[in-house]
């Protein structure tokens, strides 16, 4: 079946530092991977997806991330963190032959001024 | 904003009373999951409505039922309410077939507590 591990509860990170959030998939076949953020109160908002093509994605507010399919990861990074990006990140992948989304538990991003 | 709206957006219950959960789904997205995100977890899927049907469901009880009508939007029923149906609960619409990405268009959640 296909699913996605988040290893890490909460990611600290200093403002103006690189972050980098983890994620290892488990599928059979081809993945389709996405990241989602959430803030309080709030619903998910689409970051940035793989389907195929180029390893490295690039999504909203200056997020990427790279698939990597050997260690079958999908980290999110960004080069530099704002204080604005504290929220709780989600990785997922698409089950095969529906819409369906698997998420990991989520990350805890605090980014410190 | 992905044009997705849930409502309402809190509501209380008491154990083995019944709520209903509401979506309209965004412009020309024909269909509509469900999914219940508890404190500190990951969202899980309920299930997923297309043209009307239930097409394809998660680990959930049948007391959690949904109805989708032909303007694509959708409702969530939960019957008998137990304390652990208190969450979040997520509504997202999309594309099928060929048009479709697998990319999710979420809602702002209706939290429903029971107590």
């Known amino acids: 079946a296909q699913s996605v591990a988040q290893p890490e509860d909460q990611v600290n990170v200093a403002e103006g530092n690189p972050l980098t959030v983890k994620c290892t998939y488990s599928?059979?076949?081809?993945?389709?991977l996405f990241w989602y953020v959430q803030y309080p109160n709030r619903g998910l908002q689409f970051l940035l997806k793989y389907i195929t093509g180029d390893n490295l994605v690039k999504g909203s507010y200056g997020f990427e991330a790279e698939f990597n399919k050997s260690q079958t990861s999908f980290h999110l990074k960004k080069p530099s963190a704002l204080v604005s990006d504290s929220a709780l990140y989600f990785c997922?992948?698409?089950?095969?032959?529906?819409?369906?989304?698997?998420f990991g538990k989520g990350n805890q991003v605090v980014v410190i001024p | 904003e992905t044009g997705v709206t849930q409502s309402p957006t809190h509501l209380i219950k008491t154990r083995g009373q019944q709520v209903t959960l509401r979506c309209s789904s965004q412009?020309?997205?024909?269909?509509v999951s469900w999914y219940q995100q508890a404190l500190g977890q990951g969202p899980q899927f309920i299930f997923q409505y297309y043209r009307e049907e239930e097409n394809g469901r998660g680990n959930f009880p049948p007391r959690f039922s949904g109805l989708q009508f032909p303007n694509y939007s959708s409702e969530l029923n939960v019957n008998a309410l137990e304390l652990d149906d208190s969450a979040l609960y997520l509504c997202a619409s999309s594309l099928s077939g060929t048009a479709n990405t697998g990319e999710l268009f979420f809602g702002e959640g209706s939290r429903l507590t029971v107590l």
């Open positions: 997922a992948v698409r089950v095969y032959g529906n819409n369906r989304l698997a």
């Open positions: 599928v059979s076949g081809n993945p389709y």
């Open positions: 412009s020309g997205h024909n269909t």
